[in-house]
Every structure is written in structure tokens, then in C-alpha cells.
């Protein structure tokens, strides 16, 4: 299998920021969609200049098990057909959940590395795409709030943060939030990688799976994972070897993951000893406002002033 491991410094291809007029479609790959927030997502991207398609299995359910999108070999093909189409300028899933695992080799690599790149936005579930995609393709990603997700249909800033990323990539290099702090001080330059903590560590020995995520700056986040299985899943991913050579992290939200003070003591034992600047909230993933944050371009994470600063806009100029 082809891999494109990231290039020390300089980060994965970035594909183009979008312009009014561009063309979008919304994508399944993971748990069943609520039409009406599906219908709200897609009025936002409207209201933004974009044409947006909904892909033709979106409202699909699996005849027999109703925890996914559809059947594997359509959400599949929805996405592939997507990223195949050279109308489509970008891609944006619809919701997490779970499913990806299950399609994700099915997508033939060989056909999609060989169009031009689009942005890919998606978080939770999604994580297996962009891990794939940075490992097979080579391109930067944006782990951001889905087309029918609660936070972006319900929170203004959240859609806000998103559309500027897409957009107006150069206004949104510096990550912050009112919550950021040291878990662990210091500073840390590195390629922006990650998403959610428990799909990661599911992720370890599949084939898209990358040997660690040395030279990154990590990004990592989870929901209702309690602390003992949050614990649980950073010790998999330590022992795995995942984390050897990462050279900082910056933690978002542990929505429903129980009293904070007990997440905070667990990223503390499991992280602190490797020796790296952890900032702990930096205000993304599953909480009713979360900030877009790109993966495989160029950062410094500076833990002590609470801040994720991309050295590379999200996405290119075109």
C-alpha cells in the first residue's frame, strides 16, 4: 500500500480554500442522519454562496443494523464518487457516530490520489478518514463541525469558525479559548494530527495506521469516554508505540467523560511523563461550540500562553 508520510516542516498537500459559487456535497460514512438538522446544515452552507448536493444514501439506514448510514459499499461509494467528481470542490460529512471503520478500504486510494485534492471536513468518527487520508493521500484535513452535527446547526461561532477555514483560511491561524491552559508548559513546533482519542486507538494495526505520530503536534479529544476508559485508551496508544516522538499535545473537550478534575488527572499520569507541553481545552470537538482545527499542516503549540498557532494557513490560495 502507497503511504505519503508527512514531510517534517512543511506539513500534507493543502487543497484550495473555497469561494462563493463553489459546489459541496454532504457525505454518510458514519451513524444515520437527522433530516431536520440535515436540512438546517445545508441552509447554513447555502447561506454561505456554496451549491450543495446531498449524496444519494445520506438518509439511508442498514436494513439490519440501524446503527449505521446505510449499507458499507454505498456510504463508500457516496464518498468516493464525491471525491471523484471534478464539479465538487469539497467534501463535508454529515455526521460521526460510527461507520468508517467498516468502509474505509473499500475506497480504491489509487483512483481518488489521483484527482486534485479538496478539503475534507469531518470530526469524531471521521478521525479514520483523515488518518487515511494523510496516510494514503498525502493531504492536510480539517477536523471540524459536520453538515447535520448539533454544534454547527445550533452555534453560530462554531458555523462561523468553519466558514472563515474554508474561506478565509489566513483569519484563522491562531487556535484559542477561554478554557486553554497548561497541563504541561513549554512550547512545541510540529505537524498538526489526531482527532478523537478512542477512534485513534482503534485505528492502531489497521492498514492506514501510521508507525507513531512522530514530529506532530497531537490533537485529541473524546465523549463519553469515563475517566478509567479514557485511561484505558491512552495507555493502548502509549503501548503501541503511538506516541513516541510526538512533540506536543493539545487536548480539547471530554464532553460526558465525567468530573473534569478526574480527566485532567488522567491526561496528566498517562502524558506528563513524555516530557512534551500539553494544553489542556483548547475548545474543540464534542461540545456545543467547538473551533475547526486543521490537520497535517505546520503549528507551534504554546501551551503556556494557550495557543495552536498554524505556521500554513488551513488551505491554499488558489
Request: aromatic fraction near 4%.
Amino acid at each position: 500500500m502507497d503511504q505519503h508520510p508527512t514531510t517534517p516542516g512543511r506539513g500534507l498537500t493543502r487543497p484550495p480554500h473555497l469561494r462563493p459559487g463553489d459546489h459541496v456535497v454532504v457525505v454518510a460514512p458514519s451513524s444515520p442522519i437527522d433530516p431536520q438538522r440535515l436540512t438546517a446544515g445545508c441552509a447554513i452552507l447555502r447561506s454561505w454562496g456554496l451549491r450543495v448536493t446531498v449524496a444519494p444514501h445520506v438518509l439511508d439506514t442498514h436494513p439490519v443494523l440501524g446503527h449505521l448510514a446505510g449499507t458499507d459499499a454505498d456510504r463508500a461509494a457516496d464518498l468516493q464518487a464525491a471525491w471523484l467528481d471534478p464539479t465538487v470542490d469539497a467534501v463535508i460529512c454529515a455526521r460521526g457516530g460510527y461507520g468508517v471503520h467498516r468502509m474505509v478500504d473499500l475506497l480504491d486510494w489509487r483512483a481518488m490520489r489521483a484527482v486534485p485534492p479538496k478539503p475534507l471536513v469531518g470530526f469524531s468518527d471521521a478521525t479514520s478518514l483523515h488518518e487515511a487520508f494523510a496516510q494514503r493521500l498525502g493531504i492536510a484535513t480539517l477536523y471540524g463541525p459536520m453538515g447535520a452535527a448539533a454544534s454547527f446547526t445550533t452555534d453560530g461561532p462554531t458555523a462561523e469558525h468553519l466558514r472563515r477555514t474554508l474561506f478565509e483560511p489566513t483569519a484563522t491561524t491562531v487556535l484559542t479559548s477561554s478554557t486553554a491552559t497548561a497541563l504541561v508548559p513549554g512550547r512545541a513546533r510540529g505537524i498538526t494530527a489526531g482527532g478523537c482519542a478512542s477512534v485513534l486507538a482503534a485505528e492502531r494495526g489497521t492498514p492506514a495506521a501510521r508507525p507513531s505520530f512522530a514530529g506532530c503536534v497531537l490533537v485529541l479529544e473524546d465523549v463519553n469516554e469515563q475517566p478509567y476508559q479514557l485511561d484505558r485508551i491512552l495507555t493502548q496508544l502509549l503501548r503501541s508505540g503511538a506516541l513516541d516522538g510526538a512533540t506536543g499535545i493539545a487536548l480539547g473537550s471530554w464532553d460526558g467523560c465525567g468530573r473534569p478534575e478526574r480527566v485532567k488527572a488522567v491526561m496528566l499520569d498517562r502524558l506528563g511523563p513524555l516530557g512534551i507541553p500539553v494544553l489542556w481545552e483548547l475548545g474543540f470537538g464534542h461540545s456545543p461550540s467547538t473551533l475547526t482545527v486543521p490537520l497535517g499542516v505546520p503549528a507551534l503549540l504554546d501551551a503556556d500562553s494557550g495557543t495552536l498557532t498554524l505556521e500554513l494557513p488551513a488551505l491554499d490560495a488558489r
